[in-house]
């Protein structure tokens, strides 16, 4: 199993616009390099690296080094922890309602 | 757009559906502890529809969350308005059972044919992170729609 990140951790991870824009860019290629998500950033390679890292730690992504080089990519689980609180109380509230409507039938008389 | 992505967009859940019922019988579903149990599957205890009142539900636990939610009741008029805090989890958790803190909001509208009952759960954030997320642009869709896909939603 994966160990997920607490939601405030994530959270903060994507706060900052520019970290942001770098998830954005992993999470719109398949693998990619830090030299790669530089170009065009409008920062530095060490302030990429720097986003990275807090992305890593958060969880949001992996790091695979190969040679020279090292790849990045999402990982997918890294949203978890909000997705599950919030899929849980979508299913919850839905089902709630159509108890409520048994309900009303049952006592409205 | 998933509603997953949706639900993230907007930081809050929303059910809103018309009870062929009058707005006094839907008030009394929402505010009476052993009604509110038939509906919502838990006990409430302590509930009372008074502003001030702090009232817990039991549910599942999940590590170090006893699964106790703690709420207190924000705002209440009769057969229109009822909103509570709802607070759950535990800092150590993740996932379900990771420390939320939230509100719960009841809505009560006439509608043709019965009462619109408004449900809007909000609040999945932190306080702190108000202004990242105000500040997320379109490009956040996208990443939450791709994210959802690849969680194989």
Redesign the interface.
């Known amino acids: 199993m994966i160990?997920?990140?607490?939601?405030?951790a994530i959270?903060?991870a994507?706060?900052?616009?520019t970290r942001?824009?770098v998830?954005?860019r992993i999470?719109?290629s398949e693998e990619i390099t830090v030299a790669e998500l530089t170009k065009g950033s409008g920062v530095t390679q060490g302030a990429v690296s720097q986003h990275l890292k807090s992305l890593r730690l958060a969880g949001l992504v992996t790091e695979r080094p190969e040679g020279r080089n090292v790849y990045y990519r999402?990982q997918?689980?890294?949203?978890?922890?909000?997705?599950?609180?919030?899929?849980?109380?979508?299913v919850f509230?839905?089902e709630?309602?159509a108890?409520?409507?048994?309900?009303?039938k049952e006592?409205?008389r | 757009m998933s509603?997953?992505a949706q639900?993230?967009e907007t930081r809050e859940?929303v059910?809103d559906?018309v009870?062929p019922?009058a707005p006094e019988?839907?008030w009394?579903?929402l505010t009476d502890g052993a009604?509110i149990e038939?509906?919502?599957?838990m006990k409430p205890t302590g509930f009372a529809a008074k502003v001030g009142t702090e009232f817990t539900f039991q549910t599942t636990p999940a590590g170090p969350w006893d699964g106790r939610i703690r709420c207190e009741i924000l705002e209440s008029v009769p057969n229109r308005r009822l909103v509570y805090s709802w607070k759950s989890?535990d800092?150590c958790?993740?996932?379900?059972g990771?420390?939320?803190s939230t509100i719960v909001t009841f809505t009560l509208t006439p509608a043709t044919g019965g009462t619109r009952?408004m449900?809007v759960?909000s609040g999945?954030?932190?306080p702190r992170?108000e202004?990242?997320y105000t500040?997320?642009s379109g490009?956040?869709k996208?990443?939450?729609g791709?994210?959802?896909e690849?969680?194989?939603e």
């Open positions: 160990e997920t990140a607490p939601i405030d959270m903060r994507l706060a900052d616009p942001r824009a998830f954005e999470v719109g999402v997918p689980q890294g949203l978890a922890p909000l997705v599950d609180w919030m899929s849980h109380y979508g509230w839905r709630r309602f108890d409520l409507r048994t309900l009303l006592i409205d | 509603a997953v639900a993230f859940i059910v559906e009870f019922h019988l839907l009394r579903a009604l038939r509906w919502l599957r989890g800092e958790n993740v996932g379900y990771s420390a939320l009952l449900m759960h999945f954030e932190l992170n202004t990242a500040s997320m490009g956040w996208t990443v939450l791709r994210m959802a690849l969680a194989g």
